[in-house]
């Protein structure tokens, strides 16, 4: 069973905005393509639209889901780049590893593209949580300005 603690992290109004401003973050980053693709390849404008999102996701992230302003904003981009590209790292992983997974097993129930889909969105929810917890302790964590008395 998990920590009480654990369990009112993802049944709070925090989690709720994270997931909100995720998103939007994501429609921005889906829809931007269709207008940078005016002006730019298409893997251009996917990768356009892509840093677009993340900005958004940043600065919301920051401003509305954490209310973290006790840290330079420099410092927290970094840890969020960083978190951003452990989240890359380990959703590739469980993407690679779930196929893998159902090509050594020769699972026959379930053909290749269905599995695709399952380990991509198998990957979306683990790396929801690892970026919600991420994000609320490190990225945007509060700082406490006044250090506990031993």
């Not at 980053?29 to 996917?46: A, D």
């Not at 993407?95 to 129930?109: K, R």
């Amino acid at each position: 069973m998990l920590p009480e603690g654990v369990i009112k992290n993802f049944i709070s109004k925090e989690f709720m905005r994270f997931l909100l401003v995720g998103g939007c973050a994501a429609a921005i980053n889906f829809f931007s393509r269709f207008f940078f693709r005016i002006f730019f390849s298409c893997v251009e404008s996917v990768t356009l639209s892509f840093l677009l999102g993340t900005i958004v996701s940043f600065i919301f992230n920051r401003t509305y889901t954490f209310k973290a302003y006790d840290e330079r904003v420099a410092i927290q981009c970094v840890k969020f780049v960083i978190i951003a590209i452990l989240s890359i790292i380990i959703a590739s992983f469980i993407v690679y590893s779930g196929m893998a997974m159902h090509d050594f097993l020769n699972i026959t129930l379930i053909g290749r593209s269905e599995m695709e889909s399952v380990v991509h969105l198998a990957a979306i929810g683990i790396i929801t949580i690892y970026n919600f917890l991420a994000m609320k302790y490190v990225s945007f964590r509060k700082v406490s300005r006044y250090p506990r008395a031993t």
